[in-house]
């Protein structure tokens, strides 16, 4: 009986000095005995990288500039992979395309679009190579580059 007290004060006193004081402030931060002040914050993790390079085709008579091209992705933990995109935009600056390695749908505008598909979400760019175009029409190289997320890591900050 008086080794299971003795224990059961040890555990007691463990219990408190391992505790984590889970009430936050408004910015994500806290004090902790073990830790000291600081802050928790959710940053994306990436998962997959893809770059496109391609050529978009000005139509005459037309708003509409399809492209093609052939990417290159990389998605962490797995082998590299070869596919291709396709896509199309809009004189105004809006286009949408289709990159098969990371079998991803990107929605842009100007140069920046979002890609997205069943388990990631990114950020990315497609501009295009003006500089090798013909300077009577808007046809010219481009490259696209993306940057995807599935998840979200805990990161600490201390103050």
């Known amino acids: 009986m008086k080794y299971s007290a003795l224990a059961f004060s040890c555990l007691l006193i463990a219990g408190t000095a391992v505790a984590h004081d889970t009430s936050f402030e408004d910015d994500n931060c806290h004090w902790s005995p073990q830790?000291?002040?600081?802050?928790?914050?959710?940053?994306?993790?990436?998962?997959?990288?893809d770059v496109s390079l391609g050529y978009q085709f000005e139509l005459e008579k037309s708003s509409l500039v399809p492209f093609?091209?052939?990417s290159y992705a990389k998605k962490w933990h797995q082998d590299s992979e070869f596919g291709g995109i396709v896509g199309?935009?809009?004189?105004d600056g809006m286009y949408a395309s289709y990159v098969s390695t990371t079998k991803t749908l990107q929605i842009g505008i100007s140069i920046a679009h979002l890609s997205f598909n069943h388990e990631s979400i990114g950020?990315?760019?497609?501009?295009p190579l003006t500089f090798f175009s013909n300077k009577q029409n808007s046809?010219?190289?481009?490259?696209?580059?993306?940057?995807?997320?599935?998840?979200f890591k805990e990161e600490i900050v201390y103050r």
């Open 35 to 49: 830790e000291g002040e600081h802050c928790h914050y959710k940053v994306p993790e990436i998962s997959a990288m």
């Open 68 to 70: 093609v091209g052939v």
């Open 88 to 91: 199309l935009r809009h004189q």
């Open 123 to 127: 950020l990315g760019m497609s501009v």
């Open 139 to 151: 046809s010219s190289p481009f490259v696209n580059l993306s940057l995807l997320s599935q998840n």
